[in-house]
């Protein structure tokens, strides 16, 4: 079956660090993969896209990986400051997919 | 804010009861999603609508309905509550491009309805 790794654990480090998030799938080909952020008890918010055929994405400070042949995706938070502190999800989605299935997600904390 | 609105906040009720929630998607957004969270399970995909229609169905159990209404609005009805069913419920909508089937399409959530169970 399907099934969608993120750190298990939170994640601490200090403002100023760059972060570094895993997603690990299995059993997919996804085609396309979105990295979204939960803050406590609020909806996920969509933060970046990256299809199979590009292996990098920037945004700002962020930046993402696709490595299909590792079956991964890294999401990095350079300059990391408090308020990057939630819970990231990644949700990686089939060619012929529209629904979701997001991983339990990694949740940041970053400290001053 | 996403622009998509949820209906109540919270709700309590007790096993065995039925409940509505609703959802107004975002001002031209055609798709409308579903999705439960609760702590052990994380975020789980429900059900999707696409202009009135089903399009998509997840782990949806039996005791759970969706529909789309012509104003584009929806609601997730459960019924024969359980005590596992307590739960943050989320609305989310896109676009809908290719006919609901928009793979790129960024989904925007709502607040959520926290729903308790006793």
């Known amino acids: 079956s399907q099934k969608i790794e993120q750190n298990s654990e939170a994640l601490n480090i200090q403002e100023g660090k760059t972060a570094t998030l895993t997603c690990n799938y299995t059993n997919y080909s996804p085609a396309y993969l979105q990295w979204y952020r939960q803050d406590p008890g609020r909806g996920p918010v969509f933060l970046l896209l990256i299809r199979e055929n590009e292996k990098e994405k920037r945004k700002e400070r962020l930046k993402v990986t696709f490595d299909t042949t590792l079956k991964q995706s890294l999401f990095h938070i350079t300059a990391s400051q408090p308020a990057d502190s939630a819970t990231y999800l990644c949700?990686?989605?089939?060619?012929?997919?529209?629904?979701?299935?997001f991983g339990k997600g990694t949740t940041l904390s970053v400290s001053s | 804010d996403s622009g998509v609105t949820q209906t109540p906040k919270h709700l309590i009720t007790a096993t065995g009861q039925r409940v509505t929630l609703r959802c107004s998607p975002r001002?031209?957004?055609?798709?409308v999603y579903w999705y439960q969270q609760s702590l052990d399970q994380g975020l789980q995909f429900l059900i999707q609508?696409?202009?009135?229609?089903?399009?998509a169905k997840g782990n949806i159990l039996e005791r759970f309905s969706a529909q789309q209404f012509p104003d584009l609005h929806s609601e997730l009805n459960l019924s024969s509550l359980e005590l596992g069913d307590s739960a943050l419920y989320f609305c989310?909508?896109?676009?809908?491009?290719?006919?609901?089937?928009?793979?790129?399409?960024?989904?925007?959530f709502g607040p959520g309805t926290r729903l308790t169970v006793l």
């Open positions: 001002s031209g957004d055609l798709s």
């Open positions: 949700a990686p989605v089939n060619q012929a997919g529209t629904a979701l299935i």
């Open positions: 609508y696409y202009n009135g229609e089903e399009r």
């Open positions: 989310a909508s896109s676009l809908g491009t290719s006919g609901g089937q928009g793979n790129t399409d960024t989904q925007y």
